[in-house]
């Protein structure tokens, strides 16, 4: 059973930035950010192949977020810029035991991001 736990979550004015990490208790394959606002259902935000090479990012936050990864750390993490009020939503990580496109096996419990405006 791998473990996930975020990091970096916090309050932020709107046009800032904030960095989130996820650190997996052990290796994992293809990794992904998801996010859920009060009284909307979870939405996937950003994934990454275990190589780095295949990404993949939801429209909403193309060209804000970028999200990368360090295999030697066991750690992916999210750079959110430019952040908009409508970003404000707990960001979870998932990650997964294989390196193709699929459910997601472990979840971690998610950091709050706040933007006000």
Do not use: H
């Amino acid at each position: 059973q791998v473990q996930l736990v975020e990091s970096g979550g916090g309050l932020v004015q709107a046009g800032g930035s904030l960095r989130l990490s996820c650190a997996a208790s052990g290796r994992t394959y293809r990794m992904g950010w998801f996010r859920q606002a009060p009284g909307k259902e979870r939405e996937f935000v950003a994934a990454i192949s275990w190589s780095g090479v295949a990404i993949a990012y939801a429209d909403s936050v193309k060209a804000r977020f970028t999200i990368s990864r360090d295999n030697a750390k066991n750690t992916v993490y999210l750079q959110m810029n430019s952040l908009k009020p409508e970003d404000t939503a707990v960001y979870y990580c998932a990650a997964r035991k294989s390196d193709s496109v699929g459910k997601y096996d472990y979840w971690g419990q998610g950091t709050q991001v706040s933007v006000s405006s």
